[in-house]
């Protein structure tokens, strides 16, 4: 596997405009459970963020609520 990855990064891939580019390169899916603590910073963190940006929230749990929220705030319109 590590060589496969050797020869595959120092493969040249260029852009668009002939740049060269970093290549594309794989990874195993991990998987990842919350503990205690990051549950409870999370929801510390979701409530700041709710009531900096004048209460956008999200009923999604997680991580992926919190990126909801992001994605919510950053795409309302303006005043």
Known sequence: ???ALKAKASETVL???GQPLVADCT?????????P???LLLSIFRNLVTT???GVKSDIPGIEGLLAQGRQYM???LP
């Open 1 to 3: 596997v590590a060589a």
């Open 52 to 54: 900096n940006t004048g």
């Open 75 to 77: 795409t309302q319109e």
């Open 27 to 35: 990874l195993d899916n991990k998987s990842y459970d919350d503990s």
């Open 15 to 17: 852009g668009e405009d």
């Open 37 to 39: 603590l990051d549950k």
